[in-house]
């Protein structure tokens, strides 16, 4: 029988119409909720990023400034941008677009940005947290992939779950919150030998290698959940993931499609974190 896909941009609109609910709330309250992303150069997939950031703030009613730089920002002047918003009470959440220009320190800006705005969750005081399983801001594709696992009432407990891929962003956090979630967590990357024998082992397998069509059919456990989370660009320029979506379709029990899968959700897993945030400025006033 056919996998169910998990439709990210479903899961998505259903998310975005309960967060738009708590803004109302929020701002009935006297607080508008404000995120400011930073772009320094002009990288396309950035600005298109950015572009579906914006939508879905404006569609939850979150207000949304882009602070656009030209490449040849110093990083003294990013630092000190950054300490200009952390600063501002009317703004809650802080994204500096990634990747930064090479003469940009990344680490710098990231641990630049306050904890307390960074909607991002790539703070090392945010993964800390979500590490020893405190309240925190999850990092947006990790969380995202949770709530499509979640959302389909598939059990986490117990599952042997496999990542392939140990990203900062993506492989280890959802890892990470998938071991919280009380699942046995195995990471593969490029220095695995013999990939398939773990993949083939995974109750829930997690891709997010940036190569595409990397996973087959025949690395899949029958019955798996496959979640793909890689965006890779074919010469014909369509968009694919790491999986082969048609032949997971016939192993798998659920997979997610891209485009239509883990991209949705990352973004709206940043509005959550943005209204989150909000909401946390609300209760200190
Ligand atoms: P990185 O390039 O940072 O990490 C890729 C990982 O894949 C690395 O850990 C690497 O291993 C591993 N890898 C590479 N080649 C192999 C191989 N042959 N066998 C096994 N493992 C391998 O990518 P990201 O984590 O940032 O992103 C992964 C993908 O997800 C990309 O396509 C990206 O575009 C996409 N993405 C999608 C998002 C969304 O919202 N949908 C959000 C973020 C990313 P090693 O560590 O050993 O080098």
């Known amino acids: 029988m056919a996998a169910t896909i998990i439709d990210g941009k479903q899961l998505s609109a259903k998310k975005r119409s309960e967060l738009a609910i708590e803004v109302e709330q929020i701002k009935a309250k006297g607080l508008v909720p404000k995120l400011v992303v930073i ?36 990083e003294e002047e990013l630092l000190a941008i950054i300490d200009d918003y952390n600063n501002n009470n009317e703004y809650h959440g802080i994204l500096v677009q990634l990747p930064l220009p090479k003469h940009i320190n990344e680490t710098a800006v990231v641990e630049k940005i306050s904890p307390l705005k960074d909607v991002d969750g790539f703070h090392p005081i ?20 949770v709530e499509m696992i979640k959302s389909v009432g598939v059990e986490i407990a117990g599952k042997n779950v496999v990542v392939v891929g140990r990203s900062n962003i993506v492989g280890k956090p959802v890892g990470q ?10 990471y593969c990357h490029s220095k695995t030998n013999n990939l398939s024998s773990y993949t083939k082992e ?17 690395d899949i456990k029958p019955g798996a959940v496959v979640i ?30 891209v485009p239509g899968g883990v991209g949705p959700m990352t973004i709206t897993m940043l509005a959550h974190n943005t209204v989150q945030s909000a909401k946390n400025f609300l209760e200190k006033a």
């Open 39 to 74: 772009l320094v150069g002009d990288n396309p997939a950035s600005l298109s990023y950015i572009r579906g950031k914006q939508k879905a703030s404006e569609e939850i009613g979150v207000g949304f400034k882009l602070e656009h730089f030209p490449e040849t920002l110093t």
């Open 202 to 218: 995974a109750d829930i397998l997690v891709a997010a290698v940036g190569r595409a069509n990397f996973i087959k059919g025949q």
């Open 228 to 257: 793909d989370v890689g965006v890779n660009r074919l010469d014909t320029g369509k968009l694919c993931g790491d999986v082969v979506f048609e032949e997971a379709k016939e192993v798998a029990s659920y997979v997610t499609p």
């Open 177 to 186: 919150l998938l071991l919280n979630e009380h699942a046995t967590v195995t």
């Open 126 to 145: 945010n993964i800390g947290r979500m590490m020893t399983g405190q309240d925190t801001f999850l990092p947006c594709t990790p969380a995202g992939i």
